[in-house]
């Protein structure tokens, strides 16, 4: 380990660490807006969730690199590649839980609402998807984090990210480097993590006293799919 | 199918109208079978009767989160399908036994959701519902909370002051007090007869507690299991002339007890009874010749203290006072006129005199009655009584077979 390596090559970092949160947090959010509608849909006709799930899951099993690949004839060595790989994989991870965050909206709070008058729009915004909202914002965390640390991979084929960091330090023989990429993929991935919490905690005020982590057993989060996506 | 006559609401017309509604399932159950039932203004009607016997389904038609099959359903005079559900749902407060409160609003907001939805601004609406909190027996400062912070009664609460933020006429209660304990429930439904008597809302209260259904009921609609009405009337004639078997079986075995909560102390004849001042003494108690002295505070307090047998002064000293020698509890009173004659049974069932101690509003005696004067004024009653359901029963029959059943509205 070199530390002096760390101060003299600092905004070259910083530069990695900005490219690199950029696709990470980016594309999450893009899957969340296409989450959204195609949960609403899964979770009111209820056989399009089954296969819709399957779909998903057989994408999510593509190795990223094969995925990046396969799209550079469309789009060529570009971020538009890594946004849209990246868009695919969080969509695995935040769909399922838009779908359980909706389904989890107890029976009697939805008929409550209907007999009161709300039309099915007005009961979809200003109900279901606020007391949705822990859970979907718990499948925003995985697809966060999980983004972050795959950006990385996007170096392979040339678009900037810590992972510059990885190849260049492998091909070096300079573990340092490797050291530093590893450490500020892991920072984000944490930064990001507790904006989100932060982000969760402001939107469900209500939530708060209660049993915080209502909406987020553990079937929902899906923590363990994460790391397979790393390696 | 006994169907029995009754006037309608404060102005004698109905506010809710069934006419031939079926609401048969697509897999063939038949929830609601060729129901006709009106329900009157400013009334509280109860359906009543086991799980799956169609009660729900009736209650749900009437704001189409269920629609019939087959008939119509009338609210004031207009058939509901003709509307648009929305709008007629937040005329319609709704009151479930899950509560439905929202959990992400605050007590104050959940009540003023239809008033919002009904275009109010929202200070408004929160004034509105401060308001509420207190009609229903709440403290306004509750109204910052969630509801996950209330206990069940308080939430339960809320959902009614929720379903009358609007003021609608009209108020649906599935199942309302079922998921409190017994306490909690016995409040709740004092409170709704407290505000049913102020505000007069026509009232349909889903129930399979027949309790319930003759405590807080202006009218009973007992079902059959498989939707149909077995008997349709006011609590006290349920009681006292169940349609057939099912009824009474429905109904209880003590039918005849509780029907006695219905009849007023008003015309029990009552005697001056062995009433002494804890100041008398013995000798003069033993005077009386009476086996059981109801002892008072004094000559000008006469709240009652408690029963002195008078085999337990005989061998006392003369001179004692009453007050010094030990007096039996004599359970309960019972206050002549307000109290009904259950409450009078169960006061002299109670005593250990077997003499029933009537007071006044003040807890003063005004007298007492055996059980042979209670007897003496429950047959009273109950002949009166009779006779007002036999005639309003033949009056029924008359009008069912003389003219259309819509001739009769």
Redesign the interface.
Known sequence: MMWSWIPSNWSEIWELTRENAFLGIVSPLIGLAISLPLGVVAARWRWFYPPTLVFVNVIYAIPSLALFIALIPAFGLTDTTVVIGLTVFSLCVILPNVVEGLRGVPRPVKQAATAMGYGPLRRLITVELPLATPVIIAGLRVGVVSSVSLASVGQIIGVSSLGYLFIDGEQRDFPTEIYVGLFMVIALAVVCDLILVGVRRALTPWASGRNRAAGERPRWVLTQRAPARVS | MLWDAFAGGAEGRWLITFEGVTKRYPDGTVAVDDLDLDVPDGKTMVLVGPSGCGKTTTLRMI?R?VEPSEGRILLNGDDIRQQDP?????G?G?V???????????VEDNIA??PV?NGWRRAKARARARELLTTVGLDPALGKR?P??LSGGQQQRVGVA?ALAADPPVL?MDEPFSAVDPVVRGQLQEQLIALQNELRKTIVLVTHDIEEAIKVGDIVALYHPHGTLAQLGPPERLLGAPADDYVAGFVGFDRGIRRLSFFRTDGLSLSAGPVLPATATAASALKTGEPWILVVGGEEDLTPRGWVPADRLAGLDADIQLKDVAADSFGHTFTVGDDSLRAALDAAVLSPAGVAIGVDAGGRVVGVASFDQLRAAVQAAQVAQDAVDAREILDAQAAQQGQSPGATR
């Open positions: 704001n989160l929305a709008r007629l749902r937040r319609i709704y479930i036994q899950q509560t439905g409160l929202f959990p992400h609003r605050t959701t239809v939805l969630y996950h912070q929720r649906l």
